[in-house]
Every structure is written in C-alpha cells, then in structure tokens.
C-alpha cells in the first residue's frame, strides 16, 4: 500500500465519518476510562443499539470503578439483563477489582498489560488504547475487517486476519488515533446495510446461530428469574423455565461452572462471591 493508497483511504473514511459518523453515541462523548471500559465490554458480541440504553443505565447506577467493585453480584446483573452473555457482568467487576488494587484505580496503557485484566482480549485492548488514550495501536474487530475486506479482498476467500494486519498498520492516522477507528467502524457499519457481508470473505466468519429456543437464551431466563427471586429451588424453576429436566439440569451445572449461581441444597441463587 503506497502513500497515494493511505491517503486516498484517510479521505475516503474520514469524509464519511464527518458526515455521517455517529458521534452521539454516549461513550463517545466521555474520555472517562471506566466508561468507555464499560462500553468496550458491552459490545463485545452485542449490537449497538441494545447496548445504548444498558450503558446509561449501567453507568448512572455503577458511576466509577469503586461503586461497581463493591457492588453484589446479583444487583449488577440485574441492571445488565437484556444485553446476554451476563458472566461479561461479573467480569467487568472483577475487572474494577484488579484495577482499584493493582493499579490504584488508573487504568493502564499498554496493550500487552491490558490483556492480564478480566474480559480484556487483544481486540477490546486495542479499543481501549485507541479509544481512552488516543494511541496508534494495531486492532481488529468485526467492522473494522468489513472495511478491509471489501477495499482489498473484493474477491478473496477465506482471508485470514493477519492478512489484513499489515494494511492496518499501514494505513494507520497518526494523531488521530481514537477518530481514525471510530471512522472505521462507522464505515463498515454503513457497508453491511449496502452490500453483501464482507466478512464472509473472512477465514473467521460463522453463520450466526439461531438464539430462540438455544442454551443461551435458557441460560438468561434463568438468570433473569433469579435477580427477581432471592434463591429458589430447582423444582419451583422447572415451573418457570420451559425445557426438558435433563436439559435445565445441565445448564445449571454450566451457570455454576461458570461462576454465575451457586447450589444450597436443592435451592440456586445468584452467586454472592464472584
């Protein structure tokens, strides 16, 4: 990629973003590192727009690292129910944990370091590099490699990321950092609403899985009923939930597992010591 490629692509993303780039979205108006932690980790997995109004709730009820760290396990996946994959919740207060008591309540700045935190891989380490400290980091996710995919791979298959690393680097907006990515994002947004789905020009890509009727969405129902219901006997929940016993017996023991609920007996609650 020469230099007339770079800049020909900077003109191209950032025209885009200054005109319909959506810089309203609230963890874009804050340079606040928890929020924008907390946002990191809530769109792992998760659209946008169901995320926007579980951030604010979130944030207004957990402001800062120290009132989330303390906060019982049960009282923050009650305000995260509807965005799923909940044990990102009790995660995201592990994480407030390790950086009050490592780090002094400041939050690091170096990728590699970044990744030794709960729930921090090496993309949202990027995110969080690029986004709270405005730095040149090399990262990818989801529409970040549409862009790629469909400027450089248009009839490529099976394209592997560290294909598409070098180009990253390259064409990386020095200064710019915390923009240049928002750019990206918002352009590849705006190229899955009009063309096919440059991702699936990805060696990663999966169909994505039917939720209704899944694992996981037994798994939330449970969860759900158990931050309204201060324990409750397995019988009582074979009421509730609709599934077979074998299948409800099953994805008890993985919520447990996992760390979510803990058994008393023949009674499960949300667990008190994550």
């Not at 990191?40 to 995320?51: A, D, F, G, H, P």
Request: proline fraction near 4%.
């Amino acid at each position: 990629m020469d230099g007339y490629v770079v800049r020909s692509l900077h003109s191209l993303i950032m025209d885009y973003y200054t005109q319909h780039g959506r810089h309203d979205l609230p963890w874009r108006l804050t340079s606040n590192p928890y929020c924008i932690i907390v946002s990191e980790i809530m769109l792992q997995q998760t659209q946008v727009e169901r995320v926007i109004p579980k951030y604010r709730a979130f944030i207004k009820t957990f402001p800062d690292f120290e009132s989330l760290a303390r906060a019982r396990p049960r009282r923050i996946l009650g305000v995260w129910q509807g965005l799923g994959y909940n044990r990102r919740a009790l995660v995201l207060k592990r994480l407030a944990q390790r950086i009050l008591e490592r780090y002094n309540g400041i939050v690091p700045d170096g990728l590699e370091e970044l990744q030794t935190l709960p729930g921090i891989g090496k993309a949202t380490a990027g995110a969080i590099c690029a986004f709270v400290f405005n730095l040149p980091v090399v990262f990818i996710e989801t529409n970040i490699r549409t862009v790629y995919l469909h400027i450089f791979f248009p009839e490529a298959v099976a394209v592997s990321d560290q294909d598409i690393f070098p180009l990253i680097k390259r064409s990386l907006y020095r200064g710019r950092g915390r923009e240049w990515y928002q750019a990206l994002m918002d352009f590849g947004v705006f190229l899955k609403k009009y063309v096919t789905n440059p991702n699936r020009r990805s060696s990663l890509f999966k169909r994505p899985s039917t939720f209704q009727g899944s694992d996981r969405q037994i798994r939330g129902a449970i969860i759900r009923f158990l931050t309204r219901n201060d324990g409750i006997s397995i019988e009582k929940l074979k009421f509730e939930i609709k599934c077979t016993k074998k299948r409800l017996y099953r994805i008890i023991d993985g919520l447990q597992m996992d760390g979510l609920i803990e058994k008393q007996g023949s009674s499960i609650g949300i667990t008190k010591h994550f």
